[in-house]
C-alpha cells in the first residue's frame, strides 16, 4: 500500500509560481513511477508530470514543459511540483499518484492517488 497526500495548492494571479508536495509513505515506494495529474471542471484527468521514486527520468506534458518542474525532496518522503509561469488554463485540482509503469501518462495506470489539491490561476 501507498498513502500519498498533497499540500501547497491555491489562489495565484497569471505568472505567478507555486509549488505543490506530495507525502508519499509505503513500504514498496522505491519500485513506483510518481506522477502528477490535474482535472479541471468538465475536462478529463490529464497528465502533467512525472518521475521515478529512483532515478531522474522525468517526462512533461507538452502544455507544462519549460514552466512545470517534477522533483523529488532528498531528505524526506515527498515529491515536488515547481510550477512557474502559471496560465489561468493550468487552474485545475493537482493529483499525485504512484503506479508501476515506468513514464506512463495513463490515469489508470496509477492505481494510488492523493486527494488532491485546488490550483486557481485568476487573472
Known amino acids: 500500500q501507498v498513502q500519498l497526500v498533497e499540500a501547497g495548492g491555491g489562489l495565484v494571479q497569471a505568472g505567478d509560481s507555486l509549488r505543490l508536495s506530495c507525502s508519499a509513505s509505503?513500504?514498496?515506494?522505491?519500485?513506483?513511477?510518481m506522477g502528477w495529474f490535474r482535472q479541471a471542471p468538465g475536462k478529463e484527468r490529464e497528465f502533467v508530470a512525472g518521475?521515478?521514486?529512483?532515478?531522474?527520468?522525468?517526462n512533461y506534458a507538452d502544455s507544462v514543459k519549460g514552466r512545470f518542474t517534477v522533483s523529488r525532496g532528498s531528505t524526506k518522503n515527498t515529491v515536488y511540483l515547481q510550477m512557474n509561469s502559471l496560465k489561468i488554463e493550468d487552474t485545475a485540482v493537482y493529483y499525485c499518484?504512484?503506479?508501476?509503469?515506468?513514464?506512463?501518462?495513463?490515469?489508470?495506470?496509477?492505481?494510488?492517488w492523493g486527494q488532491g489539491t485546488q490550483v486557481t490561476v485568476s487573472s
Open positions: 509505503g513500504r514498496t515506494l522505491g519500485t513506483y513511477t
Open positions: 499518484a504512484a503506479g508501476g509503469v515506468l513514464r506512463s501518462v495513463i490515469p489508470d495506470q496509477y492505481p494510488y
Open positions: 518521475m521515478p521514486w529512483f532515478g531522474d527520468s522525468t
